[in-house]
T-cell receptor
Framework: DTGVSQNPRHKITKRGQNVTFRCDPISEHNRLYWYRQTLGQGPEFLTY????????KSRLLSDRFSAERPKGSFSTLEIQRTEQGDSAMYLC??????????????FGEGSRLTVL | KQEVTQIPAALSVPEGENLVLNCSFT??????LQWFRQDPGKGLTSLLL?????REQTSGRLNASLDKSSGRSTLYIAASQPGDSATYLCAAFMNRDDKIIFGKGTRLHILP
């Protein structure tokens, strides 16, 4: 399967702990996005990368959140000192953007975080 | 503020009926618009992508249209089946700041 892969699929943690999610995009895709989704809502943009460069971070993303894409391939999203409000589905998507236009987005299955 | 709105929020129809889902966006300067399907607890599956220069796209029983001037897109599902039950989301890819804005989705339930 060469789709977008996310790990772990489910994570239960205690408030105050750190968690890290990993996303492996489709191999030839140069753009990678992170979104957060809560029940009954559409995905909310968190951040995105063009190759290894992080081009934008949402104002929703507090300093406790950090994302990396060190070699322009896989990406990690780390949440430090988790809070109950961080409980959500974290979605990763990738696309191939040959020029300035945005390509079709492909999503992974998501990583569900529950903070107790 | 750029917004994407989907109406209705939920819809139940008997199996076999044709139906239309609506998506509206406040900023007509878009690169393209994409429709997704999401099953409970799962990620999003891409259904159709319409480029800004196109008026519609078709895949099987699905047809999506785009009217940039009125800020609207519709997803038409023909001969609905119980397996079509899911949440359908649209996403507008904005020219202005390269953002991708999602609607909240329409929860569709096809009654057997």
């Amino acid at each position: 399967d060469t789709g977008v892969s996310q790990n772990p699929r489910h994570k239960i943690t205690k408030r105050g702990q750190n968690v890290t999610f990993r996303c492996d995009p489709i191999s030839e895709h140069n753009r990678l996005y992170w979104y957060r989704q809560t029940l009954g809502q559409g995905p909310e943009f968190l951040t995105y990368f063009q190759n290894e460069a992080q081009l934008e971070k949402s104002r929703l993303l507090s300093d406790r959140f950090s994302a990396e894409r060190p070699k322009g391939s896989f990406s990690t999203l780390e949440i430090q000192r988790t809070e109950q409000g961080d409980s959500a589905m974290y979605l990763c998507a990738s696309s191939f953007v040959p020029n300035m236009y945005t390509g079709e987005l492909f999503f992974g299955e998501g990583s569900r975080l529950t903070v107790l | 503020k750029q917004e994407v709105t989907q109406i209705p929020a939920a819809l139940s129809v008997p199996e076999g009926e044709n139906l239309v889902l609506n998506c509206s966006f406040t900023d007509s300067a878009i690169y393209n618009l994409q429709w997704f399907r999401q099953d409970p607890g799962k990620g999003l599956t891409s259904l159709l992508l319409i480029q800004s220069s196109q008026r519609e796209q078709t895949s099987g029983r699905l047809n999506a249209s785009l009217d940039k001037s009125s800020g609207r897109s519709t997803l038409y599902i023909a001969a609905s089946q119980p397996g079509d039950s899911a949440t359908y989301l649209c996403a507008a890819f904005m020219n202005r700041d390269d953002k991708i804005i999602f609607g909240k989705g329409t929860r569709l339930h096809i009654l057997p």
